[in-house]
Nanobody, 121 residues
Framework: QVQLVESGGGLVQPGGSLRLSCAAS????????MAWHRQAPGKQRELVAT???????NYADSVKGRFTISRDNAKNTVYLQMNSLKPEDTAVYYC???????????????WGQGTQVTVSS
């Protein structure tokens, strides 16, 4: 089985910074796309940022210029550096990873457990 463990959420003031991490473990033969989504209360889950194995990156317009997605393939980990945080960034953040598993060998998407980010003064 594959597990995604998220960390780094918390309470920060507007204008502050936070770095989220999502580490994959288990029977992993390869990882393609990695992404961050978020969901605020009463709102639909939205895509925040994606990064492919080839390094292609996309951001939602609402976070462009403030957030940076990156990955460490040796650690099977994806990061989201969040700067200039705004109250509207408050949400539960979920990582999503496309994984080639070994038992059996197949591609599947896995979700992290979610981590709460609260931006408030």
């Amino acid at each position: 089985q594959v597990q995604l463990v998220e960390s780094g959420g918390g309470l920060v003031q507007p204008g502050g910074s936070l770095r989220l991490s999502c580490a994959a473990s288990g029977s992993i033969f390869g990882i393609d796309a990695m992404a961050w989504h978020r969901q605020a209360p009463g709102k639909q889950r939205e895509l925040v940022a994606t990064i492919t194995s080839g390094g292609r990156i996309n951001y939602a317009d609402s976070v462009k210029g403030r957030f940076t997605i990156s990955r460490d393939n040796a650690k099977n980990t994806v990061y989201l550096q969040m700067n200039s945080l705004k109250p509207e960034d408050t949400a539960v953040y979920y990582c999503n990873v496309e994984v080639l598993t070994g038992w059996p060998r197949a591609w599947n998407f896995y979700w992290g457990q979610g981590t709460q980010v609260t931006v408030s003064s």
